[in-house]
């Protein structure tokens, strides 16, 4: 099922994008762009598209994978435009070999060629635990042994730890505004900013709420830390050894702390495969919350005390998401009583 905010005709995007590249690869000849396809089952905030490319480079034949990701436009899921951070980050972690990333090769900030900002980037080969249909319920993952699955989840949660090992000082072009401009301060002004920008649904006064009883239990532990934006092991690429290839979607990257991803990753393992999953029961081999904690600890060397705390601000993290992909979509997936159960007030 292709989830992408929208689609275009794949053969005009050829035509365009293989003029752009050519350009892009002075050494090419006879430079042929083929097999474009949107991703199934993920992709939701963004149009990502994948193809291949064939070509002729110092007498030899040459073949390549790639992606384009093009800046959303009318479907914005967030207040906040970090299509060009997004890009810049990819760079550091590949360049500095800190995370694994598809390589980030090209980024165009004319608008003129497909309508918005892009970039283009190596395509990775693997797989992807699937949102839609759900990966405990059905597909390759559900279909693993409990050994692959174990194998699977640990080097998620090294990955999903190795991003509080990048040097801070490499990525303060993350810092936000004001007094706001890192650590849990700077993750928190954008949450307010979001429940401000969604003030014309309904259901707004339940987020304030929220919003008002997580600042009256402000946690005290606040480790510094990178920021992914959406840590879970549905945005990861496995390959066929169930070894993490790459870790994917960095479009909401902050210097907000240490604990935002442990905490979503956390939480969204509950609902994926945990406890709470599709099929009613754990998955069989994927770590436990407090396996996951430990292995984050041992590595990052950083304390998860307080985690609770994030992982209620992941619920109201996640409730202004779904509220404002609602109002685009003309839906509402959750009822005021179900926000007010998630958001305990």
Not at 121 to 136: F, N, Q
Not at 201 to 226: H, T
Request: charged share 25%.
């Amino acid at each position: 099922m292709i989830v992408a905010p929208s689609t275009r005709d794949l053969e005009i995007l050829a035509g365009k994008l293989t003029q752009w590249m050519a350009a892009r690869m002075p050494e090419a000849s006879d430079l042929r762009l083929t097999e474009f396809s949107y991703p199934k089952g993920a992709g939701q905030s963004h149009e990502t598209i994948l193809f291949d490319a064939e070509w002729r480079e110092g007498g030899a034949a040459r073949a390549q994978g790639f992606v384009v990701r093009i800046k959303p436009s009318s479907f914005t899921v967030f207040p906040d435009n970090l299509f060009d951070e997004q890009y810049q980050l990819m760079k550091v972690l590949s360049d500095g070999d800190y995370v694994r990333v598809a390589k980030p090769l090209w980024f165009e900030a004319d608008a003129d060629l497909l309508g918005a900002p892009f970039f283009v980037m190596e395509k990775v080969k693997g797989r992807v635990p699937v949102s839609v249909p759900p990966y405990a319920k059905t597909g390759w993952l559900s279909e693993a042994t409990p050994a692959q699955r174990r194998h699977l989840w640990e080097g998620a949660v090294r990955q999903l730890a190795a991003i509080q090992l990048v040097p801070l000082d490499k990525v303060q072009f993350l810092a936000g505004s004001g007094d706001a401009r890192e650590g849990l301060a700077q993750e928190w002004d954008k949450y307010t900013r979001f429940v401000d920008w969604v003030k014309d649904d309904p259901r707004a006064e339940i987020l304030e709420a929220g919003r008002q009883r997580l600042l009256s239990l402000w946690p005290k532990n606040q480790p510094e830390g990178l920021v992914w934006g959406d840590a879970r092991i549905g945005n990861m690429m496995f390959d066929e050894n169930f070894d993490v290839v790459a870790v994917m979607d960095w479009e909401q990257p902050s210097l907000g702390g240490a604990l935002q991803d442990l905490a979503w990753f956390c939480t969204l393992s509950e609902i994926m495969h945990g406890k709470n999953s599709p099929i009613g029961a754990p998955l069989e081999g994927m770590g436990t919350r407090e396996e996951t904690i430990a292995l984050w600890e041992e590595i990052t060397g950083k304390s998860a005390a307080d985690l609770a705390w994030y992982e209620e601000f992941t619920q109201l993290k996640m409730a202004c998401t779904g509220v404002r992909m609602d109002g685009m979509r003309g839906t509402q997936m959750s009822s005021a009583e179900s926000l007010k159960v998630r958001l305990k007030v």
